[in-house]
């Protein structure tokens, strides 16, 4: 920051405070969040719909699918996220140099731009593209949308203000899965039509006719190898399917997209964005829009802001060479992205992407496992308001800890699950017992309801608080930046991981990961609970200095 700023104080201050009016008509802290969440709801829908579209993209192009193999089906998700990881970093900058109430305008119009080209993709490269513009949205409201909160929520109820846009990731992760329940339902699951008599490796033969996607997929237990099987359903005579109900999943998200822009024009800025860049009239007048008489005067909380800015006056407005050039926000930073890339290593997104295809594995039909989803929505859902009370009551790392620790348990339970009920049928070429992939499910609900109580509240909180106001933008982005790769990296090889290692080896592996995940954050996680933005500045400099 430059030395050459005159910052208010004292009386100045004072008289600034007391003829500066509301910059525009008073919103509540709850109907500011409510609004700023609908990019945290887009996050969600757009992040989750793709459980319920893949299997209907899985099937022939003559019968509305995309015909994807398992690393095409990596790649549909994985380059989302490789958006994602790209829209926080660039997003962060955007927010401190423009605002981030115009960055999460500009996100909304990405959202529907993104949904439509999604939606109407005619061909598999350019849905690549169109999956990498909607990441740019999601990516750019996940490191855009908490920092908002964090900035212009009143100390006493920033955790909880924060936590909710959690909440509203999965509420669009179960709109999502609702949505492609309902639409699965309606269509009577993935399905289509063969019009010529196809010959199997057994001797028999697939009659035409009328088949549920299951009943093709069922077939590959005849065939040598997965390419064998694909090569016989890419030469299946399909005369039409219903395969194309996938798009109608993607292009309802263009709706919230609509209500996040028409939203945020009534928002303020936020206040510690303008303090940030010495509009500090703007800044009372933004900070006079969300307090009330609950919260502590706006000249305290004005003064805090400045004497925060007084002790960084020495340093130069954030650039990240200038972050990693300093030794203890280097740590921090490398601390943050600690925190970020062990919120996917959990390996929550498998749960979120590919549940439909794990309990397939364990026995269930494609129509039963695309409804089953919702329970796994209901179960973060549930988490995640779990999560708001936790924010509110315990301590930051106490949350995370006794989080990861569940997570692992599960991870294991699950692993084993499918070491003793559902592998050795997949050998023998035998259907596991129904109650096997019950079983799945229900640990499945009981690892989400662990994540979003604990894990995923904590980290975007923390991440939203943690760094220093002039570089929170640059600092934020970069750690979530890293979080998005890491899951781009997990969801692109969860699939090829499955088909290869079993769900068994697969699951074991991301408890040992959690496990060591568990040790680090033990180590090197601040606590970010009970003090202001300025208070928590000052223990990290002095914590990582």
Known sequence: MSQNVEYPTGEKLKKMVDETPMSGKH??????????????????????????????????????????????EGLIGGILLIGCAFGALFGGRLSDRFGRRHNIMVLAILFFVGALMVAFAPSLWFMYLARFVLGLAVGGASATVPVYLAETAPKRIRGTIVAIDQLMIVTGQLAAFVANAIINQV?????????????????????????????????????????????????LSVD??????????????????????????????????????????????????????????????????????I??????????????????????LLVGILIAVANQTTGVNTVMYYAPRVLEAAGMTT??????QVANG??????????????????????????????FICLFI?????????????????????????????????????????????TWTVLGEMFPSHVRGIMNGAAVFCLWIAN??????????????????????????????????????????GLSMEEIEAENEKRFS
């Open 27 to 72: 919103r509540s802290i709850g109907w500011v969040a409510g609004i700023a969440c609908l990019g945290s709801f887009l996050f969600g829908y757009d992040t989750g719909v793709i459980s319920g579209a893949l299997p209907f993209m899985h099937m022939p192009w003559d019968a509305g699918g995309l015909y994807l193999n398992s690393v095409e």
């Open 187 to 235: 269509v009577r699951g993935p399905r289509l039509e063969i019009d010529q008599a196809a010959s199997l490796p057994d001797g028999g033969t697939l009659t035409a006719g009328e088949y549920t996607w299951s009943e093709i997929t069922d077939l590959a237990t005849l065939f040598a190898s997965d390419e064998a099987f694909q090569s016989f359903v890419g030469q």
């Open 240 to 309: 039409t399917g219903n395969g194309d109900a996938w798009r109608l999943m993607m292009l309802i998200c263009s709706i919230p997209a609509i209500a996040l822009w028409l939203g945020m024009r009534m928002m303020p800025e936020s206040p510690r964005w303008y303090a940030a860049n010495h509009r500090y009239f703007d800044a009372i007048g933004a900070l006079k829009r969300v307090r009330d008489h609950r919260d502590a005067p706006v000249e305290d909380e004005m003064a805090e802001v400045i004497d925060g800015q």
């Open 311 to 332: 002790a960084q006056a020495r340093t130069k407005k954030g650039t990240f060479s200038e972050v990693w050039n300093t030794p203890w926000l280097r740590k921090l």
């Open 367 to 372: 129509q039963a496992a695309i409804t089953a």
């Open 378 to 407: 209901v179960m973060s859902v549930l988490g995640s308001s779990i999560g708001l009370y936790l924010i509110f009551r315990f301590r930051r790392r106490q949350v995370q800890l006794v989080g990861v620790a569940g997570i």
């Open 414 to 458: 699950i692993a084993g699950l499918f070491g003793t009920l559902i592998q050795p049928h997949l050998d023998d070429g035998t259907n596991p017992a129904p109650a096997a992939a019950f079983l799945i499910l229900g640990f499945m609900g009981l690892f989400m309801l662990f994540v979003q109580s604990t894990n995923s509240p904590v």
């Open 488 to 529: 781009a990296i997990v969801t692109f090889v969860f699939p090829t991981m499955i088909d290869n290692l079993g769900g068994m080896m697969t699951y074991g592996i991301f408890g040992v990961i959690n496990v060591i995940a568990f040790i680090m954050l033990w180590k090197w996680m601040p606590e970010t609970a």
